[in-house]
């Protein structure tokens, strides 16, 4: 039985995910909830080695089903590991990206069929879905901007391959966009233009209803 709550930030590469989810998960402790943050790929031992192989510019040929496999499989691990247990003793868990992510990237950026990458992630997470997902949106040229605007470190082979290039991009915001009017129970879609504050409200005023604040 799931008695705490699971929230999940997704969007395009320059969104804000990472910080916008410090961001939550600080406010929601502030509050006085236990929170765990966590991200994909990572969040466990066997997903912190996954993720350099998969954001590596050096890590060898990858395709779209591959890099799915991988992910999933770190999934699997962050799933029964740290969200699972956390939700069900009463924690709110904030991630930053979850299944969504493949389908947006692997799925409609990449090719693959959405029906193979939902039974890969149903597998994985034993179906375990969020209460509340948080798409940033962004359009692609801002993000890219953003991003190789930041430290050359920190870009991965999804905003330095030549395959992902910004028609890759714009395929994966049109994706999260559909995955979002799809499911609006679950979905909210927040501007991740204005600044970080102003988003960091927008974002809050979508999961007060969730946390009774």
Known sequence: MLRGLFVTLEGPDGAGKSSQAELLAARLRDQGHEVVLTREPGGTQLGELVRGVLLQTSAGAHDGLSDAL??????????????????????????????????????????????????????????????????????????????????????????????????FHERVRYGYLELAAAEPERWRVVDGGPNRESVADAIWKTVEDLVGA
Do not use: K, M, W
Request: with cysteine.
């Open 70 to 167: 991988l992910f999933n499989a770190a999934r699997r691990r962050l799933t029964e590991e740290v969200i699972r247990p956390a939700v069900a003793r009463g924690a709110i868990v904030v991630c930053d990206r979850y299944a969504d992510s493949t389908l947006a990237y692997q799925g409609y950026g990449a090719g693959v069929s959405l029906d193979v990458l939902r039974t890969l992630a149903g597998i994985a997470t034993g179906g375990l879905t969020p209460h509340r997902t948080v798409l940033i949106d962004l359009p692609v040229t801002a993000g890219l901007t953003r991003r190789h605007g930041g430290a050359t470190a920190d870009l991965t082979r999804f905003e330095l391959a030549a395959e992902h290039d910004v028609e």
